[in-house]
């Protein structure tokens, strides 16, 4: 069975300071990764998708996140936080292993928060 | 305009009332899915539906039911029988990359 944990359920950082969300997953096949973003009484907008190809994956918004199979990782970064970028997260995985559409395991979420 | 429409928005429901929520899609997407959303605990899967006229339970189905008699509708409905409904429910669909797009959500609430 899949699962994601998302380490700390909230983050905050000032302007212009590096953004980190965690986020690290468990699947008995090589997983697809997804990051969400979620505004407040809105639905979730997908940032960014590792499908096994390139494991540093650039999104919208100048959000990225890096693959690392050795740590069942995929933490989501940004060099430079706005204030616009204040959400919600989730991170999600998708088993593949069925070899058909399926169903995603959402993380918890993580709060972000940006401070002038 | 492309998308995945719930409605309504806000809805609020008596004690022992059943209500249904709408979800419409025209991305010609074949799987389509209900979550429900509560603060901390993430999106939880209530049912989800691969094709038209089959639909399968999710991780809290109880209290739930749906439909699928058509490709571009997946209705929700909250019976009496769900003891705490109130919450915020995502419609959402998956295209052939495996990737979910979402509605704006609908809020119930139980009065």
């Known amino acids: 069975a899949q699962s994601v944990t998302q380490l700390g359920s909230h983050v905050s950082v000032s302007e212009g300071a590096l953004v980190l969300l965690r986020c690290n997953y468990s699947?008995?096949?090589?997983?697809?990764l997804f990051w969400y973003v979620q505004y407040p009484n809105q639905g979730l907008q997908l940032l960014l998708k590792?499908?096994?190809?390139?494991?540093l994956v650039k999104g919208i918004n100048g959000f990225e996140a890096e693959f690392k199979k050795s740590e069942t990782s995929f933490h989501l970064t940004k060099p430079s936080a706005h204030m616009s970028d204040a959400a919600e997260y989730f991170c999600?995985?998708?088993?593949?292993?069925?070899?058909?559409?399926?169903?995603?395991?959402f993380g918890k979420g993580t709060l972000l928060t940006v401070n002038p | 305009d492309g998308g995945i429409t719930q409605s309504p928005k806000y809805l609020f429901r008596k004690e022992g009332q059943n209500v249904t929520l709408s979800c419409e899609q025209n991305?010609?997407?074949?799987?389509m899915y209900w979550y429900r959303q509560d603060p901390g605990q993430g999106l939880r899967l209530i049912y989800y539906?691969?094709?038209?006229?089959?639909?399968q339970k999710g991780d809290i189905a109880e209290g739930y039911s749906v439909s699928r008699e058509k490709k571009e509708s997946f209705p929700l409905t909250v019976t009496s029988a769900q003891k705490n409904p109130t919450a915020f429910y995502l419609c959402?669909?998956?295209?052939?990359?495996?990737?979910?797009?979402f509605g704006e959500g609908s809020w119930l609430t139980v009065v």
């Open positions: 999600a995985v998708s088993d593949l292993g069925g070899g058909s559409n399926y169903k995603l395991t």
């Open positions: 699947s008995s096949v090589p997983p697809y």
């Open positions: 590792y499908t096994s190809a390139a494991t």
């Open positions: 991305l010609n997407h074949d799987a």
């Open positions: 539906s691969q094709i038209v006229n089959d639909f």
């Open positions: 959402a669909t998956q295209d052939k990359g495996n990737t979910i797009y």
